[in-house]
């Protein structure tokens, strides 16, 4: 019979062992929001996703995947990647046929400005930063791929 140390020690280990990442295609186009949000609520159930670490993973899909679409060009397709790895939540992006920008390039919005005096946009990407600890752009061969990080919460996704 095991102790309840080893009991918790194996339900841990049989957790950890069952998370997969997910990966799942969605039309460009503003309509596929909703069955993106299901998407990203199905990983973070499967995964004991903490709060915060859900509200940081919609926001940064939400943002990145309206930019695709909205200044994207390309395929029809953006494919969302979820996974935890080494007690941090990897989302990616991918978009072929996507135009170039890099939006780890885009400047940060002077918020000192008033709102008249600011060039429109930006302020989504920033949100990104402030919610994600790191961020990541490559094109090659006309494939756009967008990369964020976060480390989890001490209760989610461990």
Known sequence: MCSPPQIAKYATLRHAAERRPMRRSFPRDLS?????FEFTGDFAGSNGLAEPDVFAM???VEELFTNMIKY?????????DL????GALVIELVHAGARQFNPTAAPVPDRKRSLEDREPGGLGLQLVRSVMDDFAYENKNGVARITVTK????????
């Open 58 to 60: 919609n926001l940064a």
């Open 32 to 36: 596929s929001l909703e069955l993106l």
């Open 151 to 158: 480390r989890l919460s001490p209760r989610g996704g461990v």
């Open 83 to 86: 996974e935890v790895r080494d």
């Open 72 to 80: 994207g060009g390309g395929d029809d397709l953006v494919s969302v």
